[in-house]
């Protein structure tokens, strides 16, 4: 017994060793990625649930890994944040959407576009006057861009995040809480912090017409929203019947794979040269 208690010891150690070597390369190949040109801005249609017009995209990133494939940007985002490649990362995402979207917009769409930030990039350079930058390299208007931030960082609720937030807004951009419903309950903050928009988390949208407690949830979430006056996007809408039953409680905006999964520039292009809504 002895013996196999240690045989697992070094077991343990090794896989402990193996995991701390993985991230270590995974670190070093995201420290690279930018340059080979592994990384890509897929965008997924925001619909309105009545009419079923697109109304804009939001901007979600993924990588091609040279070795392991599409790594999804829940198995890299984290990494990026913790090592401070978020700055330069996030700032190319921002830069090639834009891009993207102001090209398709002079092609004759009308997108808005919605671009997920982290809260890390407050302390890595972005701030209202980079966008603003941005904005005017790509001839895309302040009223045209919707940023995205988590619950997590509002929770924190601290005077420098109030002002940050608040710079974007004086330029005329658009601000959502992602992922709304899932962080504690401390509503407070939606009147200290300058958003409009609150995006539905896809667990609540996951679980509706059969969970009771997500039914309530997601319409408590719709009364509020209507009477604070925030524009409403339910995320993860997947059923014709998960649609039916939003827009019958007045939300509006939803994106899912009902309509669209992400897709790269040039088949975003195409879906949207075919869609009919
Ligand atoms: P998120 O912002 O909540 O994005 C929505 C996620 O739900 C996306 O996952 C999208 O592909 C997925 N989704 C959309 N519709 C459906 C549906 O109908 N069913 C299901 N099951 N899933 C759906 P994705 O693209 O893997 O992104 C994961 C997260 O990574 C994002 O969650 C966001 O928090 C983060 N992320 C992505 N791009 C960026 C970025 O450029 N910067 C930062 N900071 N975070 C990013
Ligand atoms: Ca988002
Ligand atoms: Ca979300
Ligand atoms: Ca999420």
Not at 62 to 70: A, N, S, T
Not at 177 to 190: K, Q, R
Not at 195 to 215: C, G, H, Q, S
Request: glycine share 6%.
């Amino acid at each position: 017994a002895k013996q196999s208690g240690r045989n697992q010891a070094h077991f343990f150690t090794a896989m402990m060793q193996e995991h701390a070597n993985q991230r270590m390369t995974l670190e070093q190949d995201l420290r690279h990625a930018l340059e080979r040109d592994e990384l890509e801005v897929y965008y997924q249609p925001i619909i309105a649930g009545n009419s079923g017009h697109v109304q804009g995209v939001e901007a979600l990133l993924r990588w091609h890994h040279p070795e392991r494939g599409l790594i999804p940007p829940d198995q890299f985002i984290p990494l990026a944040e913790e090592t401070g490649l978020i700055g330069s990362i996030g700032e190319w995402v921002l830069e090639t959407s834009c891009a993207q979207v102001s090209r398709l917009n002079k092609e004759g769409q009308s997108l808005y576009l919605s671009v997920n930030i982290s809260e890390r990039q407050r302390d890595l350079g972005l701030d209202a006057d980079a966008v603003s930058a941005v904005l005017e390299h790509h001839d895309l208007k302040p009223e045209w861009l919707l940023l995205e931030i988590t619950e997590g960082l509002l929770l924190q609720d601290s005077e420098e995040t109030v002002t940050w937030l608040e710079g974007f807004k004086a330029l005329g951009v658009s601000l959502a809480i992602d992922d709304f419903g899932t962080g504690y309950s401390s509503l407070g903050y939606l009147k200290r912090f300058p958003v409009d928009t609150l995006k539905i988390d896809r667990e609540f949208i996951r679980d509706l017409n059969t969970d009771r407690y997500a039914d309530s949830l997601v319409s408590a979430i719709i009364s509020m929203a209507a009477s604070l006056e925030l524009r409403l996007i339910a995320e993860g809408v997947e059923t014709d019947k998960q649609r039916l039953t939003l827009v019958s409680q007045g939300c509006c905006y939803m994106q899912g794979y009902l309509f669209c999964r992400p897709l790269p520039a040039a088949q975003l292009k195409q879906w949207l040269r075919e869609y009919r809504p």
